[in-house]
């Protein structure tokens, strides 16, 4: 991994600790979730008008279209997961992305991981854990009442991480002539597409009248998360260009760190 890649994935997880830390003080953060997706649909249409997207190859619109519907999945089993489970042995679980995706990258993906780089990522995975459950945990615990819903979210992490890899690597290679940087126009009409895949079920749980009053009170917050959303995914979307999905994924979980 290069010294310009790692620095791209830590400036990431700083952006997406703030992120976070915007839907935590959120009054609902399902409904949050779906309302920073928003500004994504004008920005959508300037993309279609000034940037011509013939250039794209069919695999990356096949993988965009892919994370879409996991990403809606991930939002759905997340909430399932901290709705039913211990939040100390959820998260966790949840994030052990890295412990899980070398084992799919290297084969689908024709990535490699060294010796040292996996050990990194053990070491992360490890400290992860220990940081979030103190060393303290059981098999009782790991397979109690709402953790599957944590694991299906695991693999929905796992899911998206392949998919917008596989989606850069083939942007890498189009003939791009526009200014407005690939990674940024494949995070904003995945924005619009996730923001499409989740509503239901967001509207479905909170109902049309609750959201409107929380875009009423918090849109300052909900712009400012959409801004920062922005910039940690397209960050992690360009490292991705340049560097092994199963190492963008273990460094930034240094994201536990900043927040």
Not at 62 to 76: P, R
Not at 78 to 106: F, G, N, Q, W
Not at 157 to 185: F, Q
Request: charged share 10%; hydrophobic share 55%; proline share 4%.
């Amino acid at each position: 991994m290069t010294t310009a890649a790692l620095s791209l994935v830590l400036v990431s997880a700083l952006l997406h600790a703030i992120w976070t830390a915007s839907i935590k003080q959120s009054r609902e953060p399902l409904g949050f979730n779906l309302l920073q997706t928003l500004p994504f649909v004008p920005a959508a249409l300037g993309i279609a008008a000034g940037v011509d997207l013939s250039v794209v190859p069919s695999r990356a619109w096949a993988c965009l279209l892919a994370s879409c519907g996991i990403h809606a999945a991930y939002v759905f089993w997340m909430a399932r997961a901290l709705e039913r489970s211990e939040l100390s042995v959820a998260y966790p679980i949840m994030r052990s992305t890295p412990a899980l995706l070398p084992l799919l990258a290297v084969p689908l993906l024709g990535e490699s991981v060294s010796l040292a780089g996996a050990a990194g990522i053990a070491i992360v995975v490890v400290g992860m854990w220990l940081v979030n459950t103190g060393g303290r945990t059981s098999l009782a615990r790991l397979v109690g009442a709402g953790t599957g819903f944590a694991y299906l979210t695991l693999l929905a992490t796992v899911g998206y991480s392949l998919s917008d890899k596989a989606a850069m690597a083939s942007l890498s290679d189009a003939a791009w002539a526009s200014a407005v940087p690939r990674s940024l126009v494949y995070f904003v009409l995945l924005g619009v597409g996730h923001g499409a895949c989740v509503a239901p079920f967001v509207l479905h749980r909170i109902g049309g009248a609750a959201l409107a009053a929380q875009a009423r009170a918090e849109w300052r917050r909900i712009l400012f998360a959409a801004v920062m959303t922005t910039g940690s995914y397209t960050l992690i979307l360009e490292a991705l260009r340049h560097a092994p999905v199963s190492y963008v994924a273990a460094v930034r979980q240094s994201s536990v760190l900043f927040a």
